[in-house]
């Protein structure tokens, strides 16, 4: 099955964001594994919050159906959300096939 990069990105609401991060992380808790989400964390650096999730799915559509109850998509927190099919070159994130 295909892997999905999901970047989001934040607007710069700490407050909002801070009050409903716990939601948002048992939100993506709850789709590892049979939710397809294989990882996710922040990233540092740039300009703005940002943070990456991996997704093993069918296609875009999936994860943003999956991503789309997300209480802070819902909130508006996450301005941009980018989706783009990754394909492993090198190494692995512990699925069969990884790097070829």
């Given amino acids: 099955m295909p892997v999905f990069a999901v970047i989001y990105?934040?607007?710069?609401k700490p407050e909002i964001?801070?009050?409903?991060?716990?939601?948002?992380?048992?939100?993506?808790?709850?789709?590892?594994?049979?939710?397809?989400?294989?990882?996710?964390?922040?990233m540092e650096?740039?300009?703005?919050?940002?943070?990456?999730?991996?997704?093993e799915a069918e296609s875009p559509q999936a994860i943003e159906a999956v991503l789309n109850p997300d209480?802070?998509?819902s909130l508006g927190v996450i301005e941009?959300?980018?989706i783009k099919q990754w394909h492993i070159g090198s190494g692995s994130i512990g699925r069969d096939g990884d790097g070829h």
């Fill in 80 to 82: 941009q959300r980018e």
């Fill in 45 to 55: 650096g740039g300009t703005g919050d940002s943070a990456l999730l991996l997704f």
């Fill in 71 to 73: 209480p802070l998509w």
């Fill in 17 to 42: 964001i801070a009050e409903h991060r716990p939601a948002h992380r048992e939100y993506l808790s709850s789709l590892l594994g049979d939710g397809g989400l294989i990882a996710s964390g922040r």
């Fill in 9 to 12: 990105r934040y607007a710069d």
